[in-house]
């Protein structure tokens, strides 16, 4: 491509920056801007589907954000060539003199991709969202996974699980410069940023789309897509093998025990199990046994949302009468179930579990006002992955557990990780696109991440190292690999956001910090975070980057220690499998 001399890039971006919003923002200008067809291999764009408007003080900039935003809205559709489907794009792009060359992607979550496109305009940057051909703006991915009983739309499947961000990505870098009156050639800065399925769909990216990103954020994804949702029915599958369903209130006895006898192990007294490592090597569950609970009745609500809910639409209220009584050994031994983790009958892993400390949701039940029980309550997120991913029938959920065993969990795993294995899985570990064009990868998860385990995030981490950088030293791989993918444990912290259990700290501005990472070298050693609530509220803490370990010194300093025991307790085989599991 040739390039553009200096004089007529600045006289380009001269012009550029002289245009108004509603110079540039006119249907002409968008189409004038389209690369002719050819110019992306398989996409066909479709100029008179072009729409564009230049929005005043709109509400925008994400999900519950009340940011007022101007840029123009435009959209554009296009078709894979010779297919004679139709995907709609949608695109925001920031008055020309607050834009920084820059592109946004913002990740969904549950089985939803984003369908918001103002993500990016307060960093100065375009951003988009795509409806992935299957009217993702409407629908969620699990409402069309299926034409019918036994009949998977595969299409769906790989828009959803990496192809329809890539390509919207593509698109959008190719339209950018041509809109604002910039050289072809111009750098765009691409950076993604999602947590839970969004910090999966950013992984979809590093590791499909490489070349295209500069800089990804990436929090708690939900990748191991099938084992994953799978351990959603494991803490019921427990409680039914067991034959025990423990009360909510007995469970979160043991939770909060555990927490304070867990807290003080990292130097600290602060309500903040920081070291769920040692917990797991020097707590002893079954000294909760006994213990006293006590809850009032209450009536309770589920919204709903994301891969911690427990319905699969709606919001739903549920009843809990006063609970009173003590912990007992069938509770403690349902919770130990749980956080060990999945097993075959043969007593081979098949996969990790939450870490100890960590809220068991998925193992609530339900209380039948007819026969004053406590009874099973199978959490619609993996429920709804078995009978529609794995059985391929068309249902919100199973029924119930019955002949179902560990080996079954086993099976069901094993049945989507191959079959969605280039699709939704999303575990590749060789990043060397991504890597060897620049790209730098920010990832992080909450300790105590009670839907997706916080060792899923360590075992992929500890995959790239090793199928990446496996022929170095530990030194070596690790200088190798900090300098373009960072690895981060929020201590205390649950499913992509605070915890109303421990009141720890949370990385606030990580775009920020990628964006300084990116364009200015400027690489992060540690996490900026800040606790929000209880008695250190307020407090900056910088973060440990993994494989390091915080340790209090004292109430106000803490240490990133290397502690071996520790990281051992961190990591997992699963020889159930006859495959790598990455």
């Known amino acids: 491509m040739r390039r553009s001399s200096p004089a007529a890039m600045a006289a380009l971006a001269t012009t550029a920056l002289a245009a108004t919003l509603d110079d540039l923002c006119t249907v002409s200008n968008v189409q004038a801007a389209l690369p002719a067809n050819g110019t992306l291999l398989g996409i066909d764009l479709i100029p008179s589907s072009v729409t564009a408007a230049a929005l005043y003080n709109a509400t925008g900039g994400g999900m ?9 809205n435009v959209t554009v559709s296009y078709t894979h060539t010779g297919k004679g489907d139709k995907v709609v794009l949608k695109y925001a792009f920031p008055s020309p003199d607050e834009f920084q060359n820059r592109f946004y992607v913002g990740g969904g979550g549950g089985f939803s991709l984003s369908s918001d496109a103002t993500g990016g305009i307060t960093y100065g940057a375009a951003s988009g969202a795509t409806d992935a051909g299957y009217d993702a703006f409407s629908n969620s991915y699990d409402e069309v996974v299926l034409y019918g009983n036994g009949s998977i739309n595969w299409d769906a499947t790989h828009m959803f699980g990496y192809q329809a961000l890539g390509e919207m990505t593509q698109v959008a870098k190719a339209i950018t410069p041509g809109f604002y009156g910039l050289a072809s050639d111009t750098k765009i800065y691409t950076y993604f940023e999602g947590c839970s399925d969004g910090g999966r769909e950013g992984m979809s990216q590093v590791q499909r789309w490489g070349e295209e990103y500069d800089g990804v954020v990436a929090g708690a994804p939900a990748f191991r897509f099938a084992q994953q949702q ?14 025990y369903y423990p009360p909510p209130c007995e469970l979160a006895l043991i939770v909060n025990a555990t927490i304070a006898a867990c807290d003080p192990l990292d130097g600290r007294t602060d309500g903040v199990v920081s070291r769920t490592d040692l917990c797991k090597l020097n707590f002893n569950l079954s000294s909760v046994v006994g213990e006293s609970y006590y809850c009032a009745e209450k009536n309770s609500s589920s919204l709903g949302f994301g891969f911690n809910k427990r319905q699969a639409q709606g919001s739903t209220t549920s009843y809990q009468p006063a609970q009173s009584g003590t912990v007992t050994a069938e509770g403690v031994a349902v919770a130990q179930a749980i956080y060990d983790g999945v ?11 939450w870490q100890i400390a960590s809220e068991l949701g998925d193992a609530s039940t339900v209380y039948n006002s007819d026969t004053g029980a406590w009874e099973l309550s199978i959490p619609s997120t993996g429920g709804e992955y078995v009978t529609k991913f794995v059985q391929l029938l068309d249902l919100d959920n199973l029924s119930d ?3 179902v065993t560990y080996d079954t969990l086993v099976d069901w795993m094993n049945t989507g990780m191959l079959r969605y294995l280039d699709s939704l899985q999303t575990t590749l570990p060789d990043l060397r696109p991504f890597q060897s064009t620049g790209g730098k990868l920010l990832h992080y998860h909450g300790e105590s991440d009670s839907s997706i385990p916080a060792a899923s995030s360590v075992h992929y981490w500890q995959s790239v190292r090793s199928i990446m950088y496996g022929d170095l030293s530990d030194d070596e791989s690790l200088t190798a690999l ?10 205390g912290a649950g499913h992509c956001g605070t915890n109303s259990l421990q009141p720890g700290p949370y990385p606030q501005n990580n775009m920020e910090i990628m964006i300084d ?21 307020g407090e900056i803490q910088l973060l440990c980057q ?29 020889p159930a499998f006859k495959v790598p599991v990455y």
């Open 401 to 403: 557990l019955n002949n």
């Open 482 to 491: 900090e300098d373009w993918y960072q690895f981060y444990l929020v201590p």
């Open 546 to 574: 993994w494989p390091t370990r915080p340790l209090w010194s004292d109430d106000s300093t803490f240490d990133c220690v290397d502690d071996s025991a520790s990281i051992d307790s961190w990591t997992y085989t699963f």
């Open 230 to 243: 799978v351990l959603h029915v494991y803490s019921s599958a427990v409680e039914h093998t067991m034959d």
């Open 517 to 537: 990472w990116v364009e200015n070298d400027v690489k992060p050693t540690r996490l900026n975070s800040t606790v929000s609530s209880g008695t250190n509220a």
């Open 64 to 72: 519950g954000s009340t940011t007022t935003l101007t840029y123009c």
């Open 343 to 353: 097993f075959n009958s043969d007593g081979d892993r098949a996969y990790l579990s």
